[in-house]
């Protein structure tokens, strides 16, 4: 089945180690995002990428970066990860405008 | 300015009674608008989504919602509800500022009593 898949589903991380995340589709869709959700609050945009073009939200904050080496893959890196970058990071993906398909999720633990 | 709101953070159903979950938009023009279900733990799952033409979309789970423009609203229902439909619930509404971004309310939780 198509499907957008996100690597690992729990990551425990130190305080100020860098991290990655990764997402992978199978979709072949051209537009793929990254969001934060937190507890019991909505999904907040980071970034997001059209095609090969880079998109940051002006409220991101610069310790959040992201990799799209292909059409099938996107990366988040956290180059100094916080207590309050502990959080839900959902993966989506979809082909213009026409809705997202998520992935499950990586939940961040930083310790 | 584009917004969604969710006026119940949390609603309690008991099994088998009927369910809507509010959502209303501020939008420009007409917009797409969505429902997701999300479970703990887990992503976002599109339980359906109204582009244009019928205003009564119907969608996975037995779920349905209705656009109404004179209210801006686009309220989700279900019939007669189930124990496993007990999750967070999120509308969502766009295209924002010309983009491929989509606005996400700040979700219902859906308590569901045996």
């Known amino acids: 089945d198509a499907m957008v898949i996100q690597n690992p589903r729990y990551q425990v991380t130190q305080f100020g180690k860098p991290v990655t995340l990764s997402c992978s589709q199978t979709l072949n869709h051209n537009v793929m995002y990254w969001y934060q959700q937190k507890s019991s609050q909505a999904p907040k945009l980071l970034f997001h990428y059209y095609d090969k073009d880079f998109n940051n939200e002006a409220d991101t904050p610069d310790n959040f970066q992201s990799r799209r080496p292909n059409t099938s893959f996107c990366f988040l890196d956290i180059r100094s990860p916080g207590l309050g970058d502990a959080a839900m990071y959902l993966c989506?993906?979809?082909?213009?405008?026409?809705?997202?398909?998520f992935g499950s999720g990586t939940r961040l633990t930083v310790v | 300015a584009q917004s969604v709101t969710q006026p119940d953070i949390h609603i309690t159903v008991s099994e088998g009674a009927s369910l809507e979950l509010r959502c209303n938009y501020s939008y420009g023009a007409t917009p797409y608008l969505f429902w997701y279900v999300q479970s703990p733990g887990q992503g976002l799952q599109l339980l359906l989504k109204y582009f244009s033409g019928d205003t009564l979309v119907q969608g996975i789970k037995g779920f349905e919602a209705e656009f109404k423009r004179s209210q801006s609203s686009f309220n989700l229902r279900k019939p007669s509800v189930h124990w496993s439909d007990a999750a967070e619930y999120f509308c969502?509404?766009?295209?924002?500022?010309?983009?491929?971004?989509?606005?996400f309310g700040t979700g219902t939780r859906l308590k569901v009593l045996a």
């Open positions: 969502a509404v766009g295209p924002s500022g010309g983009t491929y971004k989509y606005i």
């Open positions: 989506a993906t979809s082909r213009d405008q026409g809705g997202y398909t």
